[in-house]
């Protein structure tokens, strides 16, 4: 395990308001980070549902495009739990989430504290984004910030592409990667006049345990030359795995942070997630020329442990100045916190 140099809880639900009266923030957490001139911009997933409770129903939140957030109010005797995050609909099988996500612009001077003001919103809009915008992961390429973000919808998960250059406004770009699709990080430059992209697919006839794969574009918008990325996964790592932050090229290779969860032996509970690294080669990223043994990370300060969902440590934003790496991550689905760790200490740890 790594020695964490400095870590901090950052932001919590307690921090936001709610985006409309009757609802409340559960969570300010898996926040994308970039450096914006000479701060730290985070792009926080804000989770919210209803404050009314009603006897012996669930409240299901959804987007509607007219009307914003809503409420359906289903029989609990309809509905069978999955976990704190989803329940399954009896009659049909198929999935909703408990909580509505949209993103929100928090900035940071320091890297370390963050700013009383917020910034700008980026609510779902859409079809695709009827159950929320999620986790999203900020790529800086030729002076534009690339934000891919998961959509979810009646369609299922999908990732879908914003650009900024101020975070002051967004443009969407749409899904690039269609359902079930999520963690999905775009390389900071381009590897032989391609755009590369990890991304992970799940199959719902699992022939494999979950992968991270790579993708190239000729224009970041058309996704092809698909391949996994192969090492033999241990037990922390075993039930899901997903990219994290983008990668960050260093002389032994492209230092790439990524999930793991283990599987839980408790049903509907989630296992604890944790982070580990890999070195993709630097001219053909596809391939693992090194990882970590075991976890670099474990969830492990009381804020990682408990909340929403307990023991999540998800990684979502890195922040590099020299030999410090800041990571930003979502901690126990609730809040969000920092851990600066040394890069060549992460390095030092591959093999
Ligand atoms: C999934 C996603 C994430 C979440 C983790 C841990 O990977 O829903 O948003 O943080 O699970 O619950």
Same mark, same amino acid.
């Given at each position: 395990m790594l020695r964490r140099l400095f870590a901090k809880r950052?932001?919590?639900?307690?921090d936001l308001r709610p985006s409309r009266d009757g609802w409340e923030v559960i969570g300010a957490f898996n926040p994308g980070a970039a450096v914006v001139g000479d701060e730290v911009a985070l792009l926080v997933r804000v989770a919210e549902r209803p404050c009314e409770r009603r006897a012996g129903y669930t409240g299901l939140p959804r987007w509607d495009s007219r009307l914003g957030p809503i409420v359906e109010w289903v029989k609990e005797e309809a509905l069978e739990v999955i976990d704190a995050r989803m329940v399954r609909?009896?009659?049909?099988?198929l999935l909703r989430l408990t909580s509505l996500s949209h993103l929100r612009v928090i900035r940071s001077r320091d890297g370390r504290t963050v700013d009383p003001v917020e910034g700008a919103w980026f609510e779902p809009l859409g079809p695709w984004e009827e159950f929320g915008v999620e986790d999203p992961r900020i790529t800086r390429i030729d002076g534009t910030y690339y934000i891919t973000y998961v959509a979810v919808s009646r369609h299922g998960a999908a990732t879908a592409l914003a650009s900024t250059r101020d975070f002051d406004s967004f443009e969407r770009h749409g899904i &690039?990667?269609? #359902?079930?699709?999520?963690d999905v990080v775009l390389f900071p430059e381009r590897i032989g006049q391609e755009y590369v992209a990890l991304h992970r697919p799940i199959s719902?006839?699992?022939?494999?345990a979950p992968e991270v794969w790579l993708a190239r574009s000729p224009d970041r918008l058309h996704w092809g030359q698909h391949e996994p990325l192969t090492w033999s996964a241990s037990s922390w790592e075993a039930d899901r795995v997903g990219a994290g932050p983008p990668p960050v090229r260093t002389s032994r290779g492209w230092l790439t942070i990524y999930h793991g969860s283990q599987k839980s032996p408790v049903p509907g509970q989630v296992g604890a997630y944790s982070v580990g690294a890999l070195l993709l080669d630097l001219?053909?990223?596809?391939?693992?020329?090194g990882r970590t043994?075991?976890? &670099?990370?474990? #969830?492990?300060a009381p804020y990682d442990r408990q909340?929403?969902?307990?023991d999540v440590l998800f990684p979502t934003g890195l922040v590099q100045r020299g030999d410090r790496v800041a990571l930003y991550y979502g901690a126990a689905d609730t809040a969000t916190a920092v851990v600066e760790l040394s890069l060549e200490e992460i390095l030092s740890s591959l093999n």
């Open positions: 950052l932001l919590g639900p307690e609909r009896k009659e049909d099988g &690039l990667f269609p #359902p079930d699709n999520k719902a006839a699992p022939f494999t001219e053909n990223p596809a391939q693992v020329v043994n075991g976890p &670099l990370l474990v #969830p492990e909340g929403f969902v307990p």
